[in-house]
């Protein structure tokens, strides 16, 4: 069973049942007739960004609703006070306190244009691929942590 086939599995089960947890949800995998390895599972539900919510009292493993990434995303932006670079890297200023979120919000959005992140407490270090790619990296930041 292919990585593809297998998430589309992991989508039609978490739309048609409640499913509280990942072993629940291996449970469902293996009553189905796929034989998925726990940490194959945990790599795709990462992939497919589930999140384990509490409703009603219960939890739940749930899709992140659409509108609440644009929340985060306007929420990130406003903590967002200046982005500067230089010929090698690019620093993004917040508000005190805020550069982990920050930069956390990045490092989730796996660029491919970042290689990676280090937060302060209000400076994000951003590290790009390649040099060559600065001005395309801070395009990026801005249309991903822009307000709106």
Do not use: W
């Amino acid at each position: 069973m292919n990585k593809h086939a297998r998430q589309l599995k992991i989508r039609e089960i978490l739309q048609q049942n409640n499913v509280g947890n990942q072993h629940d949800l291996l449970q469902l995998l293996h009553d189905s007739g796929m034989k998925v390895a726990q940490a194959t599972l945990s790599r795709d539900c990462a992939e497919l960004g589930l999140i384990r919510s509490k409703t009603g009292g219960n939890y739940r493993l749930l899709f992140p609703d659409d509108n609440a990434g644009r929340i985060i995303k306007g929420l990130v932006g406003v903590e967002v006070l200046a982005v500067n670079s230089n010929e090698t890297t690019v620093i993004i200023r917040t508000l005190p306190g805020r550069a982990h979120g920050v930069g956390s919000y990045l490092d989730q959005l796996r660029s491919p244009f970042i290689l990676g992140t280090i937060a302060g407490d209000d400076t994000v270090l951003v590290i790009p691929n390649s040099v060559a790619n600065i001005s395309a990296l801070i395009s990026y930041i801005h249309k991903n942590l822009s307000k709106n």
